[in-house]
């Protein structure tokens, strides 16, 4: 069942948002981003932000399951 | 026939001339062995040829023929597989420097012994994108594969080796694997035939998984009927594999003659006119002429679909790489790196809410496929493009990145685990041949197969000669 969609949906990250992401995300899991790998890694990070917003703005109700199921 | 025209004839030939004793095992082995050290140098598909093993087993066949045994439905059948798939003895690359560091792989994977089982002869493993997180076919470690028909231009990936190596008729068949279009890119840059099957038909066991909830392997072959024999073979429950289903084999080859007979058959529209160049259409409105499809229908949310997709992959492939990200990140080919490390950062919510849309979308194409049997779309939206393309395309009035946008078309369908097979149709303006995918409902294989085989029969579709 679906739900109104939220007046608060969430936008794209912005560079300066994505590098907050990543500098806490990687610090909680110990992940040090090579600086090398830093620009590609804030770019990759934007655009999968730009997915997400797709897919956060959809209007889904509570009870709809996600797709992978464990069968035990 | 001389075992090298056997070669370019494929599976089947092979087969009935090793099991009535017209041919032996090993000629066919000697002579893919000799092919492959001719023209492997300027396609870069092998990374490991196995010959000494290859020349055993062909041995063993011959053997079992000369006792009066029937060595299976591949006898003596040459074929080589990604090297994501363990081989006895070899370390398993997946495409990356890490893999090569690992101890040899202690068994065959699944995969592999199945196809062993039939008397097929395994000849090595073939190039790929690292660990699969790639469409071009491309590899900073060990160079890029390079198309058949044009060595310029990407073979596509990730399992660009094994198109590569089943167009340039090195083996007639080879597996790969099919994340959000692995299988089906390859085999359209190529100019080949390949199968994706559902998501849980064959079994995964022994290969290194990239996303686990996307993850499917499947075979290339030059002909339809070749593609479904090597299908059947490799069909049936593993417990090896947890996402693998308990079903029964549901073998297609005897089938493949019933054609599109009783199917209802659309191409699809919306999101798959508007991405796609106006040959890539052109091969689907040939493939639907010829099956007399005139009906075109819109699946919805088809971008939502590959950002899910999207999202999925990357949340999975990272987490999956944390621990080697915090050690050995500049291993990686910068190509993937940044990806991987990208996707071990993305917050939960955005995963759950690709999974649950996932299971949205999956019911809509459910509701589809109560009106139709089959689907027709274009495999990429363009052909091969130049190896290390870099720069954007326009597209449906916007431009996007070349490489992104090779697998617009593939990962909706490998999203909701639908089997699909790509066949090559046809050649874009500048000779280079365009792929279309033949897409059924789950557990349907046999549809696509079906599908397939009426257009190669008819001679729609085919597999273009390499050149050189």
Request: hydrophobic residues 50%; charged residues 20%.
């Amino acid at each position: 069942m679906a739900d109104a969609r939220s007046s608060l949906t969430p936008s794209p990250l912005s560079r300066t948002e994505a590098e907050r992401l990543l500098e806490a995300v990687s610090a909680a899991l110990a992940l040090p981003i090579p600086p090398l790998g830093l620009p590609g890694t804030l770019d990759a990070l934007v655009r999968l932000s730009e997915a997400a917003a797709l897919l956060l703005a959809f209007p889904l109700g509570e009870r709809d399951e996600p797709a992978p199921v464990f069968r035990p | 026939m001389s075992a090298e025209a056997l070669l370019d004839q494929g599976s089947v030939a092979i087969a009935k001339a090793v099991r009535s004793r017209a041919a032996s095992a090993v000629a066919v082995a000697e002579a893919a062995i000799a092919r492959i050290a001719a023209r492997n140098p300027a396609l870069n598909a092998f990374t490991d040829v196995t010959a000494d093993r290859a020349l055993a087993e062909a041995r063993a066949v011959d053997a079992a023929v000369a006792r009066g045994e029937d060595p299976g439905p591949l006898a003596g059948v040459p074929f080589a597989v990604k090297n994501l798939f363990d081989i006895r003895g070899l370390a398993t690359r997946a495409g990356s420097l890490i893999g090569r560091e690992s101890p040899p792989a202690v068994r065959d994977a699944a995969a592999i012994r199945r196809l062993r089982a039939a008397g097929a002869v395994l000849l090595g493993g073939l190039n790929m994108g690292e660990y699969a997180y790639d469409f071009t076919g491309e590899n900073a470690h060990d160079g890029p594969t390079r198309n058949p028909h044009d060595p310029s231009r990407m073979a596509g990936g990730s399992s660009g080796g094994s198109a590569a190596a089943v167009a340039a008729r090195l083996v007639p068949l080879a597996l790969g694997s099919d994340t959000n279009g692995s299988i089906r890119v390859p085999a359209a840059f190529c100019g080949i035939f390949g199968l994706k099957p559902t998501f849980g038909r064959l079994t995964r066991a022994g290969t290194v998984p990239f996303v686990a909830s996307l993850d499917h392997v499947g075979p290339f072959a030059r002909s339809v009927r070749d593609l479904a024999l090597a299908y059947d073979a490799m069909q049936g429950w593993d417990a090896g594999d947890p996402a693998c289903r308990r079903k029964a084999a549901e073998p297609v080859t005897d089938r493949l003659g019933l054609g599109a007979a009783g199917l209802r058959i659309a191409r699809l529209g919306g999101a798959f006119d508007e991405g796609a160049t106006a040959e890539a259409m052109a091969a689907v409105e040939a493939c639907a002429a010829a099956l007399r499809a005139t009906r075109s229908i819109d699946l919805p949310e088809i971008p939502r679909a590959r950002a899910a997709a999207q999202i999925i992959t990357a949340a999975e492939a990272g987490a999956l790489h944390l621990d080697r990200l915090r050690t050995r990140a500049l291993d990686y080919d910068p190509a993937t790196r940044d990806r991987f490390l990208a996707g071990a950062l993305v917050p939960a919510p955005w995963v759950f809410a690709a999974q649950r849309f996932r299971r949205w979308f999956f019911e809509r194409v459910m509701e589809t496929f109560r009106d139709v049997d089959i689907l027709l779309a274009p495999a990429t939206p363009f052909a091969a493009p130049p190896i290390g393309s870099a720069g954007t395309i326009r597209l449906g009035g916007r431009e996007v990145p070349v490489r992104a946008a090779i697998g617009l078309f593939t990962s909706p369908f490998s999203l909701v685990g639908l089997p699909v097979v790509s066949v090559p149709a046809g050649r874009s303006a500048e000779g280079l041949p365009l792929g279309v995918q033949i897409i059924a409902a789950p557990w349907r294989e046999e549809h696509a197969l079906r599908v397939a085989a009426a257009l190669e029969a008819a001679g729609f579709v085919c597999c273009p000669a390499p050149t050189g």
